[in-house]
């Protein structure tokens, strides 16, 4: 049994990535809403969340390109409404958004 819903895993990362994003540690702020970005991708609200702050980080590190791909990406999150995203895809603009991806051993278990 798993220690924690994927609700609460997702929050988890989530928040995890805002504490960094808080301390101005923007690199591990954005490995962590990768994470939850992962996570988040079955459910449309925490999909578009995850990008948000992906483009938070974007603003704060005046990245173009993560801007422009996260703007594009939150219209693209409408996918999860329908099941139709790419699986482990990290969400970052350094991928492309319709790349499936190898999801990390450690949140598998809660995507499955």
């Not at 809403?33 to 990008?51: C, D, M, N, T």
């Not at 801007?67 to 409404?81: D, E, P, Y």
């Amino acid at each position: 049994m798993l220690p924690m819903t994927l609700k609460a895993k997702f929050e988890e990362e989530l928040s995890k990535g805002i504490q960094f994003f808080d301390n101005k540690e923007f690199y591990t702020a954005f490995h962590h809403f990768e994470r939850a970005h992962i996570l988040g991708q079955p459910h449309y609200w925490r999909h578009v969340k995850s990008h948000y702050w992906m483009l938070r980080v974007g603003l704060k590190t005046r990245s173009f390109r993560e801007i422009t791909g996260q703007i594009v990406r939150i219209i693209g999150s409408a996918g999860s409404l329908i099941g139709k995203y790419p699986t482990g895809n990290s969400g970052g603009a350094n991928v492309s958004p319709f790349k499936t991806m190898p999801i990390p051993d450690d949140i598998k278990p809660y995507l499955e």
